[in-house]
């Protein structure tokens, strides 16, 4: 067969007579090679990279990044030493900052603590970043945006303006490459069921999720990692009723509940894989 640019050729694959996985839609086929002998099929699994890695989701938290896939079950990095280092820099800024503006010694050692602080924790986050690499082939983020997330607390602002998200999504970015890095809408990743769907509107900052619909208990960030990789897998539609948001998957009418016994529930027998983002020291 000869193709000429800007034309194509037409394969009925309804006569087929080789099965295609099942989870593979004919949106996952790509374009066909032509050979003297053959003609070959390239299919797309979403889940699975060309290097064999599977398709992880990560609910970013703030002493914690937490990461789910059928694959490799419930992930955990810890990230309490990268807070760490902008807690003691916050200490050590303030103690000098008043200072700041009547001394140049004092905005010199302010800036030399800013640069110190940037470094250290770049290297914490370009190690966390290859941890996330290491272990999956693309990945999921929140799309997080700190400035809806402030509230009246002091403490709690300080807290996310201290947060490094954007920073690791930046590195995954440039190591990974964007076709391989998705921002997911973070709305409600916690109070949704990931078994049934059921939204729990009294969460109150509890560390163990519980469904009102199906009776799950599962660990709150756990919880939400699941949810976000359902929706890196199937996709959502997101909308807007009397003035409330809501995720929807497009599970294009598989039952939730059997998806989820079949899929998740045999991932998460052997508990959680705990990692850390070491930094300098090298901790994994």
Same mark, same amino acid.
């Not at 086929?29 to 299919?43: A, M, Q, S």
């Not at 409600?188 to 078994?195: E, H, L």
């Given at each position: ?106 905005? %010199? ?6 640069? @110190?602080?940037?470094? +250290?924790?770049?290297?914490?986050? *370009?190690?966390? #970043? =290859? &941890? ?25 602002? %300080? ?6 998200? @954007?920073?690791?999504? +930046?590195?995954?970015?440039?190591? *990974?490459?964007? #076709? =391989? &890095? ?37 660990? +709150? ?64």
């Amino acid at each position: 067969m000869t193709v000429k640019p800007g034309e194509y050729v037409y394969l009925d694959l309804s006569k087929r007579y080789f099965p295609l996985p099942g989870e593979v839609s004919s949106a996952g086929l790509g374009e066909p090679i032509l050979t003297p002998e053959k003609v070959h099929l390239p299919v797309h699994c979403g889940d699975v990279d060309q290097g064999g890695k599977p398709a992880v989701a990560w609910d970013f938290n703030l002493l914690s990044l937490d990461g789910y896939s059928p694959e490799t079950g419930w992930i955990r990095i810890d990230t309490s030493k990268l807070a760490s280092i902008h807690i003691a820099s916050f200490e050590k800024r303030r103690s000098v900052q008043r200072k700041a503006s009547k001394s140049k010694k004092a905005r %010199r050692v302010l800036a030399k603590y800013s640069k @110190r602080e940037r470094n +250290r924790a770049g290297k914490h986050q *370009l190690e966390i #970043a =290859r &941890v996330v690499q290491s272990v999956c082939g693309s990945v999921g983020l929140e799309e997080l945006e700190k400035q809806a997330m402030y509230t009246r607390s002091r403490i709690w602002n %300080r807290r996310i303006s201290r947060s490094d998200w @954007r920073s690791i999504t +930046r590195i995954l970015v440039g190591r *990974l490459g964007e #076709a =391989r &890095v998705e921002e997911l809408d973070p709305y409600g990743s916690s109070s949704y069921c990931s078994r049934c769907g059921w939204f729990n509107r009294d969460l109150n900052g509890a560390d163990v999720f519980v469904c009102g619909g199906c009776g799950l208990r599962l660990d +709150r960030q756990l919880n939400a990692a699941i949810n976000l990789y359902m929706r890196m897998r199937f996709g959502y539609i997101v909308k807007w009723e009397g003035g409330k948001k809501s995720i929807v998957l497009r599970m294009e009418g598989a039952s939730r509940v059997a998806w989820w016994d079949r899929v998740v529930l045999p991932s998460l027998v052997g508990g959680c894989v705990l990692t850390r983002g070491g930094g300098a020291e090298g901790d994994q």
